[in-house]
């Protein structure tokens, strides 16, 4: 049962173009989202996360979008950059869960120069 | 230098001989975790630790043991391991259970291979 998903497993954008990288949930109770990212031989580095108060968070070429009724969110990345290339994985938790993180499958950005 | 430390970074056994892979942050954190990262599947939760002596179940803890003796290590202990383990594995460390959503510091990883 997959309660976190990320239907797209690469994507691929060039370079000062928007990246688009999407994350689907199904557990109601998640009230608190983040996105990581990994590079090849390192582990996970946080990148930024919502809380289920609010609808949208940024911080400087990354924002994530959060729509609790389609259980759905988002991170913009603009402008791609080269370095941006990553698996990026989208992680959810809830109260009920206490701090356990459930993460989706990843996504694979390559940012094309 | 803030870091969670990993031992081995690869890793390769054969079924039933027993491993350990050792994990030590140096922020003194409160709450570890053990995770396994497999295609498909994303990140799923080993084991967990609020504290020194508290460590709780994740969500595939089977064929996994893991200790809590000093607050900085966190080892994950496979007593008989099965092909099915092979795995990539990740320790990660956070201040408190409160922040264990945020600030998670991930160590390098560990690459399994039991054959």
């Known amino acids: 049962d997959q309660q976190v998903k990320q239907n797209s497993p690469s994507l691929s954008v060039q370079e000062g173009r928007i990246s688009i990288l999407n994350c689907d949930y199904t557990n109601s109770m998640f009230d608190y989202f983040l996105w990581y990212k990994k590079y090849p031989a390192e582990g996970p580095t946080f990148l930024i996360s919502?809380?289920?108060?609010?609808d949208k968070n940024e911080d400087g070429r990354f924002t994530v979008f959060l729509n609790k009724s389609a259980k759905h969110l988002s991170l913009h990345i603009v402008p791609s950059q080269p370095g941006d290339s990553a698996v990026y994985f989208c992680a959810a938790s809830g109260i009920v869960s206490g701090s356990r993180l459930t993460f989706g499958e990843g996504t694979q950005l390559t940012v094309n120069p | 230098e803030a870091q969670v430390t990993q031992n081995p970074r690869y890793l390769i056994t054969v079924t039933g001989k027993k491993l350990t892979v050792t994990c030590s942050q140096n922020m003194n954190h409160e709450y570890m975790s053990w995770y396994r990262q497999d295609p498909g599947l994303g990140l799923r939760q080993i084991y967990y630790?609020?504290?020194?002596?508290?460590?709780d179940k994740g969500d595939v803890p089977e064929g996994y043991k893991v200790s809590r003796k000093e607050k900085r290590n966190f080892p994950l202990i496979l007593e008989s391991p099965s092909p099915n383990q092979t795995s990539l594995y990740f320790c990660?460390?956070?201040?408190?259970?409160?922040?264990?959503?945020?600030?998670?510091?991930f160590g390098q990883g560990t690459r399994l291979t039991v054959v």
């Open positions: 630790s609020m504290n020194v002596e508290v460590t």
């Open positions: 919502i809380s289920s108060i609010k």
């Open positions: 990660a460390s956070s201040l408190s259970i409160r922040q264990a959503n945020t600030e998670a510091f």
